[in-house]
Structure formats: structure tokens, C-alpha cells
């Protein structure tokens, strides 16, 4: 997890050039440590404010972004008008957040359980640092909007990728693994073939859980 927002664990085995290219500005503009960070700050700041963090008699913490307009007191954000009005700007956004998503994954996975050099997660890797291929990132919509969370996460965030980590929900099968960050729950594929078994995933996930509905963010759309 990127230090800006207060990341602490490190994964040895990641190679200098990977972490210089992550922390650089892409084609598509920001940098993708610079996405991951930019779009859970507003989470990261919640969660402050609700912990009394931030506030009277405490250190403020930036309400604000290079990206995005926050008003915490209205539970309002808004992108900033030089962004609004560059074309493609937010696709071009929401492509290096996905890959972020997966360069996290990837880095915890191997932090965790030691066995991201698989050849299995070769395609990871090729979607993360070069862009290429076209996968899904799924995101699940809470039916409540209380997420209880252990003091002084939001400080030093930790990404939940096994269900006996966090809660029963979690599902890691059919070719997608789901994991949870900032009290936000994804879900991306552990398989080049994900899509051979996707519809029995979707059968399994669909029934009502704690984070339905969801919805399938791809690029490009493939038309479900």
C-alpha cells in the first residue's frame, strides 16, 4: 500500500526499476501509486473523522486532493474542473486503479503467503507494470454503510485478502479472488482463463451476501 496513505508493510521482493515505474507518471497521466492513493484518500479521511482524528482540538488532516474537491462535512466529492474537462481523463484513471488493484494484490499475496512468482500470476504482472490485456475488476456495493474497522486502520491500512482475516464473505474460487481494502471489497481474477469459470462465480455471489449487488468494472465492456 502506498505510504501516502499511511502503508507500512513492505514486500521484499519487489525489484527497484518496478517500484520507480509505479511511483512515475504512465501515458494515460498520473502515476498508478498516485491513483491508488488519490481515490482512497477520501476513504482514508472518513474513517480519520470518525476515529475523532481530525477535528477540533485535533491535527487536520488535508481535505483535499490533486484530483478531487472533499467536503467532508457534506459527504460530497467532486472532481476538480481541470480534470473534468480533460478528455478520457477518468477512464484513463480508472484503467491505472485497476492495475493498482492488482499490483496490490500481487505484492500482499507475496508478502503473505510467499508464492507470487508463480508462473500462474504471469498475467498479473503483464496487466500491472505493462498494460497489457484486458481484466475485470468487480466491486461489491455494501447493503449497509457501516463498516466497523480496528483502531488505527485507517493510519496503517492492511489489505484483507483471506476470508478468516476479516469476515466470512470473502469468496477465493472459481478463478476470482476477493479481498477488502478501506472497508471496500473487490474481487479480480487469479487465472489467465478466468472467464471459463465466471458464470458459476456469478451464481455463487449473486444469492444475497453481506456485499451485494456488485458491479463488473471491465475495459473494454463485454456487453453483460
Same mark, same amino acid.
Given at each position: 500500500?502506498?505510504?501516502?496513505?499511511?502503508?507500512?508493510?513492505?514486500?521484499?521482493?519487489?525489484?527497484?526499476?518496478? #517500484?520507480?515505474?509505479?511511483?512515475?507518471?504512465?501515458?494515460?497521466?498520473?502515476?498508478?501509486? !498516485?491513483?491508488?492513493? !488519490?481515490?482512497?484518500?477520501?476513504?482514508? @479521511?472518513?474513517?480519520?473523522?470518525?476515529?475523532?482524528? =481530525?477535528?477540533? #482540538?485535533?491535527?487536520?488532516?488535508?481535505?483535499?486532493?490533486?484530483?478531487?474537491?472533499?467536503?467532508?462535512?457534506?459527504?460530497?466529492?467532486?472532481?476538480?474542473?481541470?480534470?473534468?474537462?480533460?478528455?478520457?481523463?477518468?477512464?484513463?484513471?480508472?484503467?491505472?486503479?485497476?492495475?493498482? @488493484?492488482?499490483?496490490?494484490?500481487?505484492?500482499? #499475496?507475496?508478502?503473505?503467503?510467499?508464492?507470487?512468482?508463480?508462473?500462474?500470476?504471469?498475467?498479473?504482472?503483464?496487466?500491472?507494470?505493462?498494460?497489457?490485456?484486458?481484466?475485470?475488476?468487480?466491486?461489491?456495493?455494501?447493503?449497509?454503510?457501516?463498516?466497523?474497522?480496528?483502531?488505527?486502520?485507517?493510519?496503517?491500512?492492511?489489505?484483507?485478502?483471506?476470508?478468516?482475516?476479516?469476515?466470512?464473505?470473502?469468496?477465493?474460487?472459481?478463478?476470482?479472488?476477493?479481498?477488502?481494502?478501506?472497508?471496500?471489497?473487490?474481487?479480480?481474477?487469479?487465472?489467465?482463463?478466468?472467464?471459463?469459470?465466471?458464470? @458459476?462465480?456469478?451464481?455463487?455471489? =449473486?444469492?444475497?451476501?453481506?456485499?451485494?449487488?456488485?458491479?463488473?468494472?471491465?475495459?473494454?465492456?463485454?456487453?453483460?
Amino acid at each position: 500500500m502506498p505510504q501516502g496513505l499511511g502503508g507500512d508493510l513492505i514486500c521484499n521482493n519487489v525489484c527497484d526499476d518496478c #517500484n520507480k515505474f509505479f511511483g512515475q507518471k504512465t501515458k494515460r497521466g498520473p502515476a498508478i501509486e !498516485e491513483a491508488i492513493k !488519490e481515490t482512497f484518500h477520501v476513504s482514508r @479521511l472518513r474513517f480519520l473523522a470518525a476515529q475523532n482524528e =481530525i477535528g477540533r #482540538n485535533k491535527a487536520l488532516v488535508k481535505a483535499d486532493s490533486l484530483f478531487f474537491k472533499i467536503d467532508l462535512a457534506k459527504h460530497k466529492v467532486s472532481l476538480k474542473t481541470a480534470y473534468k474537462l480533460k478528455p478520457h481523463f477518468q477512464e484513463g484513471l480508472c484503467r491505472l486503479l485497476k492495475r493498482g @488493484l492488482y499490483k496490490m494484490f500481487l505484492e500482499e #499475496n507475496e508478502r503473505v503467503n510467499g508464492d507470487s512468482n508463480a508462473s500462474k500470476y504471469d498475467f498479473i504482472r503483464e496487466f500491472a507494470r505493462y498494460d497489457l490485456g484486458e481484466y475485470p475488476v468487480i466491486y461489491f456495493h455494501r447493503k449497509h454503510g457501516i463498516v466497523l474497522q480496528e483502531l488505527g486502520y485507517a493510519k496503517s491500512p492492511k489489505l484483507y485478502l483471506k476470508p478468516e482475516e476479516r469476515s466470512k464473505y470473502l469468496i477465493c474460487d472459481y478463478g476470482i479472488h476477493e479481498f477488502e481494502f478501506f472497508g471496500h471489497v473487490f474481487g479480480i481474477p487469479i487465472s489467465r482463463n478466468w472467464n471459463l469459470t465466471y458464470d @458459476l462465480y456469478r451464481k455463487v455471489i =449473486i444469492p444475497g451476501t453481506v456485499t451485494r449487488p456488485f458491479r463488473e468494472w471491465f475495459d473494454p465492456p463485454l456487453g453483460r
